[in-house]
């Protein structure tokens, strides 16, 4: 079993739908979790980062980390074609110098 | 401030045949890495360092060296390419430091194929 997991997609909507993009783990020593975007043929660049259990927002988007279950959710809100992009989600234990990624969901935004 | 640079931006080596890829940061981070991004596997930690002139094995570190002599650059060196090494190499860097979240910042990939 893989430390974390994340469904690959791809995922179609059409614009201004909310979308969920989630990841599971395994490794109960997680204590930050990361959101990166990632565009075709572009390096991985972070969007949201949380620590511990809980929720963050900002603007469209919506981190939340559900410790107890081993889940983290991204949700964007009024979602647009410049949001077509891979998202991959990652994750690193305090103290520790490496950052576990998931496999990455595919994203197309139908306009 | 340029962030994080690699060198070169494309490749193609035939099976044998060595190279190495330069990974430059121009913000005085003290941690960098190289993974490799496959269709379906994700990133995977091929080596990182956590400062100047000290280097570790992260999770498919086999066929590669790397090396950290000078703080702003990474080099990762193919001494004998495979097609298995077929790839996309990112290269990242962060500001170091323990017990505290740090933001991880990744160069714009180098393409490399093996024939």
């Known amino acids: 079993q893989k430390e974390v997991e994340q469904d690959p997609g791809p995922l179609s909507v059409p614009e201004g739908a909310i979308v969920s993009l989630n990841c599971t783990y395994s490794?109960?020593?997680?204590?930050?979790f990361m959101w990166y975007r990632q565009y075709s043929r572009k390096g991985p660049e972070l969007l949201m980062y949380?620590?511990?259990?809980g929720n963050k927002e900002d603007g469209r988007f919506t981190a939340q980390v559900d410790k107890s279950s081993k889940y983290i959710s991204l949700f964007i809100r009024d979602s647009q074609p410049s949001d077509s992009a891979t998202y991959l989600c990652?994750?690193?234990?305090?103290?520790?110098?490496?950052?576990?990624f998931g496999t990455g969901t595919r994203l197309k935004v139908l306009a | 401030n340029a962030g994080v640079t690699q060198t070169p931006k494309f490749r193609v080596l035939k099976t044998g045949q060595s190279m190495t890829l330069l990974c430059a940061q121009d913000?005085?981070?003290?941690?960098m890495y190289w993974y490799r991004q496959d269709p379906g596997m994700g990133l995977r930690l091929i080596h990182y360092?956590?400062?100047?002139?000290?280097?570790a094995k992260g999770e498919v570190p086999d066929g590669y060296n790397v090396s950290r002599l000078k703080k702003q650059n990474f080099l990762l060196g193919l001494e004998s390419a495979a097609p298995s090494q077929t790839s996309v190499y990112f290269c990242?860097?962060?500001?170091?430091?323990?017990?505290?979240?740090?933001?991880?910042?990744f160069g714009p990939g180098t393409r490399l194929t093996v024939l």
């Open positions: 990652a994750m690193s234990a305090s103290g520790t110098y490496k950052y576990i």
């Open positions: 490794n109960s020593a997680f204590q930050y």
């Open positions: 949380t620590y511990s259990s």
């Open positions: 913000m005085n981070h003290e941690y």
């Open positions: 360092s956590v400062g100047e002139g000290t280097t």
């Open positions: 990242a860097s962060n500001p170091g430091g323990s017990g505290s979240y740090n933001e991880q910042f």
